[in-house]
């Protein structure tokens, strides 16, 4: 199965990492990536939907974490049995594939049970203590199509009457044939006419002729005035009636009461469950089957692939970043404290945004810039320097910026402002909590948490609210706040400061005590 490649932001995604995202995915799909996708975390921001929206772009999909789910080690190309198929067919198809289990679905690929190796063993096994010279007696009733299928018959008369569980071989003299036989019964025999008329007159429901043997005019009358199925075959009477006996339907076979799991379902989870079984159908909310999960596939399960953009703090990546194989960062903050086990790519620039350096990539490799691509990376540069006017803003930001632009026919200005008042015209609707978190970044300090949150807005009154709710503390200098006018960067103007701000936190009488 081929592993995707995923390119991901931080938690609380804004526009420059969705953004950066969807654009450095763009890039390595044209260098002939075939399985990069893009992704998100979270939900996505008003003015992220609006500038994907801008330029008919269906934003990157939400992955939550980076934990190993069913769906990345499943077998998805499933080989699977209809319940109305045989045994037979069943055995054939798990020795072709090497399989010990099969899934056996229904007309609408709903899973029923599964059929295993122990099952036609099981049916073997009843062959062989069953009185095999005179009868085999199945636990369901025999199935027409099956039989035919089975016998590679040619049927040369349909009949009318439903088949029974009962195969008689009709190797016996007349008088002992109608004793054994019963109402219901299919019968195998040769070319003895006098076994067949007997079996057709006593209530046999269908004829097996075996060896290619003529069938007469008289049998066939016979067997139509009693409504009996006629059927030749080439198969000699023994491997005949073996055949009849793997004719049974997976339906019949199967086991019912079989666990499942889903494509969402983590891997750990499941874990469990397919040690106590050797493989496990894969179903979607309907349950119909999209794959099967075998132990070697938990055996030969490989990490998700991913890149992280616009950060390379570990707090700031989604959940299961540690069980992933990181690939690359491309990032424009500090250097922080994800490691690897070996060299990957690894680009951070002091400019204003990832969106930046993004777009530099395409014009290292020669690659044009697409104009909706151009479009977002753009949205990226500016929602990340306040519209080119952030103290991170570098004239590197400012020429990108232009070049931008121009390939996506907007105006610098007016493009900026659209993308803020998106951005702020739901911040009085939304909850006390989800305004304050909404861009969140976590960073650690000498194994410490600290957490540093923005908000953009002209209102004042609606952040100082949140505060309050959320922190129950009013938004002035008391002590527990501070109101410094001017700090519009946290890259530039506030995290330089943590280890200071540390510190300070540790020198604090409480901390010593």
């Given at each position: ?33 075939k399985h990069v996708t893009p992704a998100r975390s979270g939900e996505l921001r008003p003015e992220v939907d ?284 500090r250097v922080a404290d994800i490691s690897t086990s070996r060299p990957i790519l690894f680009r951070v620039e ?164």
């Open positions: 199965m081929t592993r995707p490649i995923y390119i991901i932001g931080h938690k609380h995604s804004d526009m420059d990492s969705v953004a950066s995202a969807y654009a450095y995915a763009r890039l390595l799909q044209l260098q002939g990536g609006f500038v994907f929206k801008r330029f008919h772009i269906e934003p990157p999909q939400v992955l939550s974490d980076l934990y190993l789910q069913v769906r990345d080690v499943m077998e998805s190309n499933v080989v699977a049995i209809h319940t109305s198929q045989s045994l037979l067919e069943a055995t054939q198809l798990l020795q072709k594939h090497s399989y010990r289990s099969l899934p056996v679905i229904d007309a609408h690929k709903q899973v029923q049970g599964v059929i295993t190796q122990e099952d036609v063993a099981k049916q073997f096994s009843l062959q062989l203590t069953s009185e095999f010279d005179s009868f085999v007696d199945h636990f369901a009733p025999l199935q027409r199509e099956n039989v035919v299928r089975v016998l590679k018959g040619l049927v040369l008369l349909e009949g009318q009457r439903e088949l029974g569980q009962r195969i008689l071989v009709a190797a016996m003299e007349s008088q002992t044939l109608r004793t054994a036989l019963e109402p219901g019964d299919l019968v195998v025999t040769g070319d003895l006419q006098s076994a067949q008329a007997t079996a057709l007159e006593h209530g046999a429901t269908a004829l097996v002729v075996t060896d290619g043997a003529a069938v007469t005019e008289r049998i066939l009358a016979l067997a139509r005035e009693h409504g009996a199925m006629v059927i030749s075959t080439t198969y000699r009477t023994f491997t005949a009636v073996r055949l009849l006996s793997m004719s049974v339907s997976a339906q019949a076979m199967m086991k019912r009461q079989v666990p499942i799991c889903h494509p969402e379902d983590y891997l750990d989870d499941i874990r469990p469950e397919l040690l106590q079984h050797n493989a496990l159908p894969v179903v979607d909310s309907k349950r119909r089957l999209v794959g099967y999960l075998s132990r070697t596939d938990l055996l030969n399960a490989r990490p998700k692939q991913v890149y992280l953009v616009d950060h390379n703090e570990r707090s700031q990546a989604v959940d299961g970043i540690e069980e992933a194989e990181l690939l690359g960062i491309i990032d424009h903050h002091p400019v204003g945004s990832t969106s930046t350096i993004i777009a530099t990539f395409y014009q290292e490799e020669n690659i044009p810039l697409p104009p909706e691509v151009a479009g977002i990376l753009l949205g990226g540069v500016l929602s990340d320097t306040l519209v080119l006017r952030s103290p991170t803003c570098t004239p590197r930001d400012k020429r990108i910026a232009t070049e931008l632009a121009a390939l996506a026919g907007e105006d610098v200005e007016q493009f900026g402002q659209e993308i803020f008042a998106v951005a702020t015209s739901i911040l009085s609707t939304q909850p006390a909590e989800q305004l304050l978190t909404a861009d969140f970044k976590e960073f650690v300090i000498e194994a410490s948490r600290y957490a540093i949150g923005t908000v953009e807005t002209v209102n004042t009154a609606t952040l100082e609210r949140a505060v309050a709710q959320v922190l129950g503390v009013p938004l002035e200098t008391n002590g527990h706040t501070a109101v410094v006018d001017g700090l519009v960067s946290r890259k530039k103007q506030l995290v330089p400061f943590l280890p200071r701000i540390h510190e300070a936190m540790e020198a604090l009488p409480h901390r010593r005590g």
